[in-house]
């Protein structure tokens, strides 16, 4: 298994020619798509956090009835065929969609624009984000919740001074899956926003794109996609590992 | 020396493959004389003949009993690959010269066999109600306007491409108007089908797509701006039976038939053009 998975990452670092290599990197296009890519994913990320971790922290806490139809909802978009996702976005967001035709008399058009990039990309990976970050809340015990507020500590203290150092770890991880799956986003981008480079191209898209024509400049990007998603999921999880090993005493707690 | 051995064992191939396909018929003819010997014909052809080639071919089984034609479609560079790897075929339809060059030089198609039997060429669609108010192909350089093209890398943008150039050099079209319709392009498309999808669904104001591809359903969703032959990029596409098939005459009967006024009347309703 870990051959089959290792073996075609190997071939396309072989057929990699760094000469060729360094030259695809410099093109325009190819600093277009990575710069792009990065900004994309790390805005997508930082939407995530903002409107994910309420909707994480209520999945976890509150068991009404709409609970388990709520957390199925959360699902959807990761067992979701991306380009089913992409049509979606465009039948609500689109010109003519649901809310696009209302934005559109306020003057906003979404499709085509770096805005639809990042609504395609949170509306595919901020699942993984929740679902990690509910995970992690719901494994703080509560009656540390039941202490604080004893305490006299409120909602919002309780929160940031008990819960939110517990459960980081989670949110963290959560938030690099988020990431790395925001960076390799590419069947909803490519039908929600279209693909022009500098704009809406990013690195998938120009990968596709280069495949049919220039092999080097897919290539080079290939390289640069696998570097950067290997470097930080290497990295947070040598992070997480060194904060999460847990001593013996605590194991048996 | 080599060609000549080439030659021989295609002869032979070809003998074997007639033997083989005869050999079975001939118990069968004493209980059922009337019914002729089942035969395939299998026809190739570029992937925008789809739908016209499916009715050709129904029509053609239809007037040959016993014979069953099998369509295959794909990219005509794919084809003419597996056409010179050695696949089986009697018919190739290309959407272009250069891939029906390719078979020719292969060997498996006489250099004066391809006869164009279509042209397919560029058009400009609008959503049916024409949001941006396009009149004409003048238009295409409105500020504001939201054009989309097929990428570069794919044949039809890179027609899309070469049409703005034939414009831009038109004494009728203002200066700059090349620059200020690809100011006007929101994306660069992956496929001919997508750039369509973007136009029909609204979401961009024109496209340029082939006119094979709005025939149809896709036609009643679209509106059409021609342009005129001389800025259009026509592509021919040529015809021919594979020299080593198996069934040289009814190759040349369904070339014959895809030829024919009623075989152009069915491609013509498909959005091609006469050759």
Not at chain 1, 172 to 190: D, N, Y
Not at chain 2, 2 to 12: E, P
Not at chain 2, 47 to 76: K, M
Request: aromatic residues 10%; hydrophobic residues 55%; glycine residues 8%.
């Amino acid at each position: 298994m870990f051959l089959f998975i290792l073996i075609p990452v190997l071939a396309l670092f072989l057929r990699a020619d760094p000469a060729a290599l360094w030259a695809g990197l410099q093109k325009s296009e190819v600093l277009q798509a990575v710069r792009l890519s990065l900004f994309s994913s790390t805005v997508t990320v930082l939407i995530t956090l903002v409107i994910g971790t309420p909707a994480a922290y209520y999945l976890a806490h509150r068991h009404y009835r709409f609970n388990r139809l709520l957390d199925t909802l959360i699902d959807l978009p990761t067992v979701l065929p991306p380009a089913v996702a992409g049509v979606a976005l465009l039948m609500a967001f689109g010109r003519r969609g649901l809310i696009g035709g209302w934005l559109g008399e306020l003057g906003i058009s979404l499709p085509f624009t770096t805005a639809a990039v990042i609504i395609a990309q949170v509306f595919i990976a901020a699942p993984l984000y929740i679902k990690s970050a509910a995970l992690g809340f719901a494994q703080v015990d509560c009656e540390l919740r039941k202490a604080a507020a004893l305490d006299g500590a409120d909602r919002w203290q309780t929160f940031i001074y008990v819960i939110l150092p517990m459960a980081w770890m989670s949110l963290l991880s959560g938030s690099v899956l988020t990431w790395a799956r925001a960076l390799g986003e590419f069947g909803a981008t490519i039908i929600f926003a279209g693909n022009f480079p500098g704009r809406t191209q990013t690195m998938p898209l120009a990968i596709y794109v280069g495949f049919e024509l220039d092999l080097n400049t897919a290539l080079a990007l290939s390289v640069v996609l696998i570097g950067l998603s290997f470097f930080t999921l290497a990295l947070v999880k040598g992070v997480l590992a060194q904060w999460t090993q847990p001593s013996p005493e605590e194991i048996y707690d | 020396m080599i060609k000549k051995g080439y030659w021989i064992v295609a002869f032979l191939l070809s003998v074997a493959l007639v033997v083989g396909a005869c050999a079975p018929a001939a118990p069968q003819a004493t209980p059922q004389p009337t019914q002729p010997p089942a035969v395939t014909l299998n026809v190739w052809a570029a992937a925008s003949l789809n739908a016209p080639f499916t009715e050709l071919a129904q029509t053609f089984e239809a007037a040959h009993p016993g014979v069953t034609v099998t369509l295959n479609f794909g990219g005509s560079q794919q084809l003419a690959q597996q056409i010179n790897e050695g696949a089986p075929v009697d018919v190739f339809a290309s959407a272009n010269r250069k891939q029906m060059d390719v078979v020719v030089e292969g060997g498996r198609i006489a250099a004066d066999n391809p006869v164009n039997f279509v042209t397919n060429r560029l058009v400009v669609v609008l959503p049916a109600d024409n949001p941006a108010g396009l009149n004409s192909l003048k238009d295409l350089a409105m500020p504001g306007l939201k054009l989309v093209l097929a990428a570069a890398e794919v044949p039809v943008g890179a027609y899309s491409l070469a049409f703005l150039d034939k414009a831009a050099q038109d004494a009728a079209f203002p200066p700059g108007f090349k620059e200020a319709a690809l100011a006007n392009v929101v994306s660069y498309e992956q496929n001919v089908k997508s750039v369509l999808q973007k136009v029909a669904l609204g979401e961009a104001d024109a496209g340029i797509v082939y006119s094979s591809d709005v025939s149809g359903a896709d036609a009643a969703r679209v509106s059409q701006v021609d342009i005129p032959d001389a800025l259009n990029i026509i592509a021919s596409y040529p015809i021919a039976p594979l020299a080593d098939s198996a069934h040289p005459e009814l190759a040349k009967q369904f070339i014959a038939w895809v030829l024919s006024s009623e075989g152009q009347a069915v491609l013509a309703r498909y959005g091609f053009g006469a050759p």
